[in-house]
């Protein structure tokens, strides 16, 4: 923690001439972009294991119509589909997941008030007029939802409802033009799995509670994290799915 600590004073008192009082909250938001483009490697492989995915639903679906009535042989077959083509199931969920580290990292980091033995010295910046050690709780009850903490705070809520919107339309196109479920090892659908992908588009909005909860300097983590991904994903998706007629298909 206190490597980290360092890390981020560093980069604070190399952006100060740039932001003055507000260049830790730079320094979080650099970090951010650091980690984001240090796994946009693994994003764009997982972009690619998503298209092969795609092109492999005939072949899958043949498999299913072949082999629905025994599990393990379906199972293997889908194995020996993906070790051929060379597709893993599982790489669209390395990116998140390491990014989950640096994320927790930052929520302890100005979650504590003494780091290595001594005073948190990072908890006495600020992002504009709000401590990046608070929570909105916080800004509530200093100033209230207008005040300047709350400003703050509503300034990202405004943010992450924009880009909470766009996934959610970016979520719908998707499904309308991938309308198979996920199955399982043996095929069949997953329990559950209906509802959950009704639920999918809706998820991007959690990010809203998330930022309300945290530090400050973690929501600004998130935020950033946030908007990266759903950019991200646009440029590394956007020949998948074609907003001529995808649009329609997704409007109710």
């Known amino acids: 923690m206190s490597v980290f600590a360092n890390l981020v004073e560093q980069l604070a008192n190399l952006l ?12 979080i938001i650099l ?14 492989a ?3 294991g998503q298209k092969a995915r795609t ?7 043949e498999l299913r119509k072949k082999h629905g009535k025994n599990p393990e042989r379906m199972q293997k077959a889908l194995m020996e589909l993906h070790a051929k ?3 893993s199931p599982l790489s669209g969920c390395l990116p998140s997941l390491l990014q989950m580290p640096a994320f927790f990292l930052m929520y302890h980091l100005f979650s504590n008030s003494t780091i290595g033995g001594e005073r948190n010295e990072l908890l006495g910046h600020s992002f504009f007029a ?17 005040g300047g903490a709350g400003l703050v705070y509503l300034g990202l809520f405004a943010i992450v409802a924009g880009v909470a919107t766009f996934n959610f339309r970016r979520t ?25 992908t009704k ?25 950033t994290s946030t908007t990266w991904t759903a950019a991200e994903r646009y440029f590394l998706y956007r020949d998948m799915y074609p907003a001529g007629g995808a649009l329609a298909a997704a409007t109710p």
């Open 16 to 27: 100060q001439p740039l932001f003055s009082a507000g260049a830790a909250a730079a320094a």
């Open 31 to 44: 970090f951010t972009a650091c980690v984001r483009l240090a796994i946009h490697p693994l994003s764009r």
């Open 46 to 48: 997982a972009a690619r």
């Open 55 to 61: 092109k492999l639903a005939p072949q899958i679906a």
């Open 85 to 87: 083509e060379k597709v």
């Open 130 to 146: 709000a401590p990046l050690g608070d929570r909105w709780t916080d800004a509530l009850a200093h100033g209230g939802p207008l």
């Open 172 to 196: 719908k196109i998707q499904m309308a033009h991938a309308p198979a479920l996920p199955a399982g090892p043996d095929g069949q659908q997953m329990p559950g799995m209906g509802a959950m």
């Open 199 to 223: 639920m999918m588009p809706l998820l991007s909005f959690a990010t809203l509670f998330t930022v309300a909860v945290v530090p400050l300097a973690a929501a600004l983590y998130v935020v």
